[in-house]
């Protein structure tokens, strides 16, 4: 079978990885130590064995803790020059990052630390490692959208070091419009916009994340097979979909990966894409996303890898005249 190798050794994009899930269990306690931070788990496997997810909040609330370590611009650093290392590995070529600084901020950890380290990290793998990157700072759509306004305020001094904003966090309740204002106003100063919808939530969900945020795409967005018009509003608009099946299996989104809806996206015409999400939390990065779904779902071909490698690249933030050199 040769498919697996060509799954790994295809160039191919990253749009959809959180970094602070990119944290793996032996640097939580390298940085824990670092730090003085006291864990609620007294060993490196204590703290795996705890992965065990029913849903997106029981992943949450343990995502949220294992962030807790993270205190200084060079913990941020290290956290991103690891995970860029790692993708550069599955041939990862580009990478746009999500981060969620209000997780570190309500720590009293300073803007300017979290976004200083990113880039720092982002700069350093261009250079060393030939993998570009961006960051999309990411509001938590559990928390006001008064308290987004204040996060996108406190980002203004580092506009420069982030290309866009995403919605990320408990979705189930949390519609996009409860960010409508905040996300105008990205939108005025010419921030890209993306949201999480679809994943846990509805397709209304993802229909307002278009209507309303006017999002460029919809992270996740599985849902929406189940409603045909927006099927062909995705496909028609080219609104690209970050899927992340490994994340989708964890989560029990799926109950299992051959019952993944990628290759219906797929056949439908929709931009869709593969990512990580969380990959130190989903026990996967890139290529192994890639390699078990395409085992768990015979149908796909080496076509759809070709697809989803091109797709990857179409749907990036990159400028056109720079990515097609790449598809
Ligand atoms: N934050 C990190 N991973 C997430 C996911 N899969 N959905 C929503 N918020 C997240
Ligand atoms: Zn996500």
Not at 17 to 44: D, K, T
Not at 196 to 224: C, F, M, N, T
Not at 276 to 302: I, K, R
Request: overall charge negative; charged content about 25%.
């Amino acid at each position: 079978e040769r498919l697996p190798a060509l799954l790994a050794a295809m160039p191919k994009a990253e749009l959809h990885i959180h970094i602070e899930g990119s944290l793996e269990p032996e640097m939580i306690f390298q940085l824990a130590n670092r730090n003085g931070v006291e864990l609620a788990y007294e060993s490196v496997e204590a703290l795996r064995r705890a992965y065990a997810f029913t849903d997106l909040q029981s992943f949450l609330d343990i995502y949220y803790a294992g962030a807790s370590v993270l205190l200084h611009e060079q913990d941020f650093y290290d956290m991103a020059w690891a995970y860029l290392e790692r993708a550069a590995r599955d041939h990862v070529v580009h990478a746009e990052i999500f981060f969620d600084p209000q997780t570190h901020t309500a720590r009293g950890v300073g803007m300017e630390a979290v976004i200083r380290g990113l880039h720092r990290a982002s700069q350093d793998a261009r250079e060393r490692l030939g993998i570009s990157s961006a960051l999309i700072l990411c509001f938590l759509r559990h928390l006001s959208e008064e308290e987004a306004f204040a996060t996108l305020e406190e980002a203004m001094p580092f506009r420069g070091q982030f290309i866009g904003v995403g919605l990320d966090s408990s979705e189930l309740g949390h519609p996009p419009e409860k960010f409508a204002r905040v996300f105008a106003r990205c939108r005025e100063l010419g921030l890209r916009l993306v949201a999480h919808a679809g994943e846990e939530g509805p397709p209304a969900y993802i229909w307002s994340a278009l209507d309303v945020l006017k999002v460029e795409r919809i992270d996740h967005g599985v849902q929406a097979v189940h409603d045909a018009a927006l099927m062909r509003r995705l496909a028609e608009d080219r609104i690209a979909l970050t899927v992340c099946p490994l994340s989708n299996l964890k989560l029990r989104v799926f109950p299992e990966l051959a019952q993944h809806n990628l290759k219906a996206l797929l056949d439908a015409g929709l931009v869709a894409t593969v990512n990580s999400d969380d990959p130190a939390y989903f026990g996967g990065y890139m290529n192994d996303n890639l390699v078990q779904t395409f085992a768990a779902l015979p149908q796909l071909d080496a076509r759809d890898a070709w697809q989803l490698a091109h797709n990857s690249f179409e749907a990036s933030f990159v400028a056109p005249d720079v990515r097609r050199a790449w598809q």
